[in-house]
């Protein structure tokens, strides 16, 4: 008796889901999410207005884009997230639907149902791609796992909501996590 495959989903998948349905494509597989809780909204805008007025003080190229923006990390992978925050230096990754190739820096924050997701499978997955720089932020347990591309691999370092965390990728960015009231 054969042993039954899983099915494999494409990005034509993924961009047929209903928009008002929140899931990533990751090596063919659909992930669906659930609804972000009202702290997980409140670091996401704190953090996303924190970068934004950054990035326009300085006039550079960079841009940054909240949740729900879809990131295609690589060209011939069934490969499609939405990380929470996602900055993007290179303008001809900037596409109508998106970004395809990696952020020069993304930054998921953890809900209870899928810390694994963020700790593991995109941490592997960012890794490969090439992100400059991912952060896995985490309300519940008011952590910051900050890893930063070194040549092939992630050099970690861990902080709290009571740190100011210097931003690799920037000479004079830094992120006050005090600054955050939930």
């Given amino acids: 008796m054969p042993i039954p495959q899983k099915q494999i989903y494409t990005e034509s998948d993924y961009y047929a889901l209903p928009e008002d349905v929140r ?30 007025n950054y990035l326009k003080s300085k006039g550079g190229s960079c841009k940054v884009y909240p949740a729900p923006f879809a990131v295609k990390l690589y ?11 996602s900055v993007i230096c290179d303008y001809g990754k900037l596409t109508d639907k998106g970004c395809t190739g990696a952020p020069d820096w993304i930054i998921e924050v953890v809900s209870p149902g899928n810390s694994s997701h963020d700790y593991i499978r995109k941490l592997n997955l960012y890794a490969d791609a090439g992100v400059r720089e991912y952060w896995i932020v985490n309300p519940m ?7 930063h ?19 690799n990728i920037y000479e004079d960015l830094w992120i006050d996590f005090q600054e955050i009231t939930l």
Avoid at 75 to 85: A, G, L
Avoid at 149 to 167: G, H, M, P, S
């Fill in 23 to 52: 899931a990533e494509l990751i090596d063919g597989q659909i992930y669906y999410q659930a609804a972000p809780s009202r702290v997980h909204q409140e670091i996401l805008n704190a953090v996303n207005n924190m970068i934004y």
């Fill in 75 to 85: 060209e011939d992978r069934k490969t499609i997230v939405e990380p929470d925050i």
């Fill in 141 to 147: 347990k008011q952590t910051i796992f900050v890893y």
């Fill in 149 to 167: 591309l070194e040549e092939t691999k992630f050099e970690a370092a861990a902080y709290t909501f009571q740190d100011k965390i210097k931003v």
